[in-house]
């Protein structure tokens, strides 16, 4: 998934409208990099994320990069990349597109 995939698929998940443009509204803050960097880029961002999901998370160091495993309590998600926060990100984006499945 790309950065602005994820970062869509988070927002959505939270109750936020994402309008073409790209453009979001998070606590008060509008601008189209919330939508292309919000989830992607700040750990913080994804605590309510992770609460909400009801999930724990680990992340580990791996090479040059980090692997983060969304814990659901079921067959846990992961994912690895460059950056902590693109890890958690991509492996929660895929914990909620799973969750959405199981409820369809």
């Not at 606590?27 to 994804?46: F, Q, W």
């Amino acid at each position: 998934m790309t950065d602005q995939e994820v970062n869509k698929t988070i927002a959505e998940f939270m109750g936020y409208e994402t309008p073409y443009a790209g453009v979001i509204e998070v606590d008060g803050i509008y601008g189209a990099e919330l939508i292309e960097g919000y989830y992607t880029k700040s750990l913080d961002a994804l605590v309510p994320v992770w609460k909400k999901l009801n999930c724990g998370i680990q992340i580990l160091p791996q090479g040059n990069g980090y692997s983060c495993v969304v814990l659901d309590g079921t067959d846990n998600k992961w994912d690895q990349a460059a950056t902590i926060q693109q890890a958690a990100s991509q492996a929660t984006a895929k914990a909620i597109l799973e969750l959405q499945k199981e409820e369809q």
